[in-house]
T-cell receptor, first 117, second 114 residues
Framework: AQKITQTQPGMFVQEKEAVTLDCTYDTSDQSYGLFWYKQPSSGEMIFLIYQGSYDEQNATEGRYSLNFQKARKSANLVISASQLGDSAMYFCAMREDTDYGNNRLAFGKGNQVVVIP | DGGITQSPKYLFRKEGQNVTLSCEQNLNHDAMYWYRQDPGQGLRLIYYSQIVNDFQKGDIAEGYSVSREKKESFPLTVTSAQKNPTAFYLC?????????????FGAGTRLSVL
């Protein structure tokens, strides 16, 4: 079964607007970590933000915030004040902590974002 | 500059040939990983290593081999047994036993078959 689901079609967003990228996950673990990565056209994966399952507050890193809804198993990424450089693929990933020692990540298929001026 | 260096950036393989992708890190990270990415897909784990001289198979290890003789280096060999090797390969590393255990990635190697 797919552990991470990202099903939005490609998105166009106006510069300076906010965009929300959906991610739902499936796990029976109580302890897990959720990650978002950005992949520009150059190909490298850039870490953006982390949310632990026991973190009571939503994670924030600059213009990135994570809307964590544990009961719904949802970990949406919000990018505020979009910039042209935000155009990229965005991947959600999960580490289940029964697998903590191995630190194996399960990745979704990604969301494509294009920022238009 | 601290980081993860993958080389080459582009690689071409002939039928029946083994090729080796290089991954070097100077972050003093304990753990290293190899992923494969196909077009329009997420990443799939090939092999990972938590310490020198030890490594484990990931989800798609068939047709690949690795070694971890030094902490800094984790080369991936794509063998002739891998029948569909055309893909983008990403190497990552993480500092084990930290709470977040974030994986950091190199710039990738794009492998094509001639």
């Amino acid at each position: 079964a797919q552990k991470i689901t990202q099903t939005q079609p490609g998105m166009f967003v106006q510069e300076k607007e906010a965009v929300t990228l959906d991610c739902t996950y499936d796990t029976s673990d109580q302890s897990y970590g959720l990650f978002w990565y950005k992949q520009p056209s150059s190909g490298e994966m850039i870490f953006l933000i982390y949310q632990g399952s026991y973190d009571e507050q939503n994670a924030t890193e600059g213009r990135y915030s994570l809307n964590f809804q544990k009961a719904r198993k949802s970990a949406n990424l919000v990018i505020s004040a979009s910039q042209l450089g935000d155009s990229a693929m965005y991947f959600c990933a999960m580490r289940e902590d029964t697998d903590y020692g191995n630190n194996r990540l399960a990745f979704g298929k990604g969301n494509q974002v294009v920022v238009i001026p | 500059d601290g980081g993860i260096t993958q080389s080459p950036k582009y690689l071409f393989r002939k039928e029946g040939q083994n090729v080796t992708l290089s991954c070097e890190q100077n972050l003093n990270h304990d753990a290293m990983y190899w992923y494969r990415q196909d077009p329009g897909q997420g990443l799939r784990l090939i092999y990972y290593s938590q310490i020198v001289n030890d490594f484990q198979k990931g989800d798609i290890a068939e047709g690949y081999s690795v070694s971890r003789e030094k902490k800094e280096s984790f080369p991936l060999t794509v063998t002739s047994a891998q029948k569909n090797p055309t893909a983008f390969y990403l190497c990552a590393s993480s500092r084990d036993r930290l709470a977040k255990n974030i994986q950091y990635f190199g710039a990738g190697t794009r492998l094509s078959v001639l």
